[in-house]
């Protein structure tokens, strides 16, 4: 298949281009596009074939479901079974954004989109280009992140056809996102709305809208025994392809740690990666080293993530020794990520 791809500078959208891209969901086919967190690889929610061909594109298990992107609050309501009050409350404070919310569904989205589940996870992104190609497609579109199913997920259009040119119709090519990693997701099929999947609207954010928010049990580092409730949360994912060790505790100490681990690597003859931050990138004596920005600045961190660890898939490294982050704000979100792409590999220093 021939991937088609439609070039969009400075968010100014050729109409052409955006109504051709449209005719392609309406038709069953797959298009990727930017949104404000990742790239999505889009298909039409509503459309069983559709979704069977976004896992395919992918390599995703099945039961692994996708996330049905809407462009009005009234979409909302013709695919939830019931709209819990919290649901409007998130709507008016973070939509359009980078949060999903999970809701009891209604027959209109078929199980293939679901993953099996009576549940559906539906977002409104705030990307002006993914919110008009919606639009100009009239559907719901399921769009899990564009990237090959186990790699990190696409922050540009060139990492979506690193993965994925011609497996899917067309991509979008929007440049570079804004946020970096995926969206927050937020259960509203409990008692207590838990948060299974941490972003850049944190716990702290939720909890000033809606009272008490739970942190699924399941994602807490600690705590591996218990399966993460977020089917997606489950797999080793977000993962470069090196095996990457998290070091953490303090600055200092870190450095030190890493520089003698990256040495012993590399005496074993393995081509070492080393995740550092502006603060550190002149502290390690050997390795690839790559600043992933300002410890001081979580956003900086998580915008620049998946890109890194993509880099590292580049240079061919065969261990990645990674800086740990703190996790007020987005960090917890970092965090999350990191410790997946680690497989829960940490070291305490
Ligand atoms: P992605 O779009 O690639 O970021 O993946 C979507 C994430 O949302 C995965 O981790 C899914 O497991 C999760 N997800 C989607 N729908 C549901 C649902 N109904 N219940 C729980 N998690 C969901
Ligand atoms: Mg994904």
């Known amino acids: 298949m021939k991937t088609q791809v439609f070039t969009i500078k400075d968010n100014q959208i050729n109409q052409q281009d955006m109504m051709a891209a449209a005719e392609i969901i309406r038709s069953g086919g797959l298009v990727a596009f930017p949104t404000e967190t990742v790239y999505g690889l889009g298909g039409d929610a509503t459309r069983a074939d559709a979704s069977r061909k976004i896992y395919k594109a992918k390599g995703r298990p099945s039961d692994n479901p996708l996330i049905v992107h809407i462009a009005d609050f009234s979409q909302l309501c013709q695919i939830a079974a019931k709209v819990p ?7 008016q404070h973070f939509w359009p954004g980078p949060l999903t919310m999970i809701l009891q569904k209604n027959q209109v989205i ?3 989109t679901t993953g099996g589940l009576d549940t559906v996870a539906i977002r409104m992104p705030a990307h002006p280009v993914a919110l008009a190609f919606l639009r100009e497609s009239g559907c719901m579109i399921a769009a899990p992140s564009a990237n090959t199913s186990g790699r990190p997920s ?3 259009a060139s990492h979506v056809r690193e993965d994925l040119q011609g497996r899917i119709d067309a991509i979008i090519d929007g440049g570079d996102v804004e946020i970096g990693i995926e969206s927050t997701i937020v259960d509203l ?10 972003g850049f609207i944190t716990l702290e954010m939720l909890r000033e809208v809606l009272g008490e928010v739970r942190l ?4 807490a580092s600690e705590n591996t025994k218990v399966p993460p409730k977020a089917p997606g949360m489950r797999y080793r994912h977000y993962a470069p392809k090196a095996e990457l060790t998290l070091v ?3 600055a200092a100490q870190v450095v030190h740690k890493i520089n003698e681990l990256a040495e012993q690597a590399m005496k074993r003859g393995c081509k070492v990666g080393i995740v550092a931050t502006e603060e550190t990138k002149t502290c390690y004596s050997g ?7 300002s410890r001081e600045d979580e956003a900086e961190v998580a915008h620049h993530l998946y890109r890194v660890l993509r880099e590292f898939d580049e240079l061919g490294v065969d ?6 982050f703190d996790t007020a704000g987005v960090g917890q979100a970092v965090m999350n990520r990191l410790l997946k792409a680690a497989g829960h590999k940490r070291i305490l220093v």
């Open 189 to 198: 099929t409990e008692e207590i709305p838990c948060v299974l999947r941490p």
């Open 110 to 112: 078929p199980y293939e």
């Open 154 to 156: 696409p922050t540009s």
């Open 216 to 219: 699924d049990p399941g994602i």
């Open 248 to 250: 953490e505790g303090e």
């Open 287 to 293: 390795g690839e080293v790559v600043s992933i920005g």
């Open 85 to 91: 009050p919290e649901a409007e409350l998130l709507a």
């Open 319 to 324: 261990v990645i020794y990674s800086e740990g």
